[in-house]
Structure formats: structure tokens, C-alpha cells
T-cell receptor
């Protein structure tokens, strides 16, 4: 049972345009969401996060949007650059009040290719 | 400040053998989690250790085990290897894993079982 789903295994975008990566979750206990970027032969690196008390968080070219009612989040990259080509994973964490250790649950990833 | 270090980077083993992977977390971090990455499956959570105790466990068979030492270094062991165990094994460290959620990953160990 995948609690965090990334339904698009791949996405190709032209350089300079917007990249939109999507992620859906099913567990209503999740209240903190993160995006990681992964290059081949490297470990994932943290990109941006959002708490459930917000619906948007921005950091430079990266913006994450959260729609709690739809249990959906998205990552926007504007403008996209060839160096952004990587696998992007979304991850979710339960509430600090859930009694768990806030274990991260990851989606299956989306391969983004930015074409020059 | 050194990042998360995993050794070895690459490993080839034969079916039925066992393997031990090592992870040194960021200095001061006490939580170490292990993940398995296979194509199309994303990062599957194996287990988490905090202060030498297993705090969380994913849905993997008992052939997968781990431990954490007093210096927070962690090892993961897989016994009776199967071909399907071929994967990238990633370790992630966090300061406590409770109030903070951002995890810092190592480069991973690529295990190939032949």
C-alpha cells in the first residue's frame, strides 16, 4: 500500500520553461512534506519542505504547493535548467503528536529531464 | 562538517552469502535510517536506529537486520542473499528524528547479488 505516490515516472521540459512535479498521499496523519533531488550515483539531497499549516513555500526557483483537502502536493521549478535533470522524490512525515518517530515515507520518484 | 559516509560504495556478492554495510552519520546526529532503492520502487524504509535502539522497522524479512553503536555509527546486515536484494542501500542521518524531519543521505552502497 503506497502511502505516497508519484504517478509520473518521467517528465521532459524545455530549458527556461516551468517543471511541475506532482505527488499524492493517502495518510491523513502526514503533516510535513519534503522534496529531495537525486543524481545518479549520489544520495538524495534535500530541496524544499512544507508544513501542513502552509499551502505554499518558496525558495528561489523552487516552490512547493500543498492542497490538504486533495492530499496533493506539487513542486514547481521556474525557470528549469539542464542542471535540474535528476530524479525527484517527495516524502511525507507524520505529525509530531502521532507518537511515532516522524519516519519519512517516500514516493517512487519522477525522472526530470530538462532539454537545452 | 563531514557528511554521511557509507562503505563500501560497491559490492558484489553471491546468492546465499551475507553482507554487512556500514554508515557513519553526521557528527552529533543520533538517528540513522536505512533505505533500499530499486528501480520503480522509490526508497523503501528498512529500519531506524536511535541511541543504539531500533525505533522503527519497515516491512522487510528478518534476513535484514541492523545495529547502532555508541558512537552512532550503524551497520546493516543481510543474510542469505537473494537476487532480488540487488539494490542501492542508502543511509540517512538526523539529529533526533523527532522534532526535525530533514534527513541527510549518504551516497549509498550499490549491492549486486549474482
Amino acid at each position: 500500500d503506497q502511502q505516497v505516490k508519484q504517478n509520473s515516472p518521467s517528465l521532459s521540459v524545455q530549458e527556461g520553461r516551468i517543471s511541475i512535479l506532482n505527488c499524492d498521499y493517502t495518510n491523513s496523519m502526514f503533516d510535513y512534506f519534503l522534496w529531495y533531488k537525486k543524481y545518479p550515483a549520489e544520495g538524495p539531497t534535500f530541496l524544499i519542505s512544507i508544513s501542513s499549516i502552509k499551502d505554499k513555500n518558496e525558495d528561489g526557483r523552487f516552490t512547493v504547493f500543498l492542497n490538504k483537502s486533495a492530499k496533493h502536493l506539487s513542486l514547481h521549478i521556474v525557470p528549469s535548467q539542464p542542471g535540474d535533470s535528476a530524479v525527484y522524490f517527495c516524502a511525507a512525515s507524520p505529525s509530531v503528536f502521532s507518537g511515532s518517530a516522524r519516519q519519512l515515507t517516500f514516493g517512487s520518484g519522477t525522472q526530470l529531464t530538462v532539454l537545452p | 562538517k563531514a557528511g554521511v559516509t557509507q562503505t563500501p560504495r560497491y559490492l558484489i556478492k553471491t546468492r546465499g552469502q551475507q553482507v554487512t554495510l556500514s554508515c557513519s552519520p553526521i557528527s552529533g546526529h543520533r538517528s540513522v535510517s536505512w533505505y533500499q532503492q530499486t528501480p520503480g520502487q522509490g526508497l523503501q524504509f528498512l529500519f531506524e536506529y536511535f541511541s543504539e535502539t531500533q525505533r522503527n522497522k519497515g516491512n522487510f524479512p528478518g534476513r535484514f537486520s541492523g545495529r547502532q553503536f555508541s558512537n552512532s555509527r550503524s551497520e546493516m546486515n543481510v543474510s542469505t542473499l537473494e537476487l532480488g536484494d540487488s539494490a542501492l542501500y542508502l543511509c540517512a542521518s538526523r539529529f533526533t528524528g523527532t522534532g526535525d524531519t530533514e534527513a541527510f543521505f549518504g551516497q549509498g552502497t550499490r549491492l549486486t547479488v549474482v
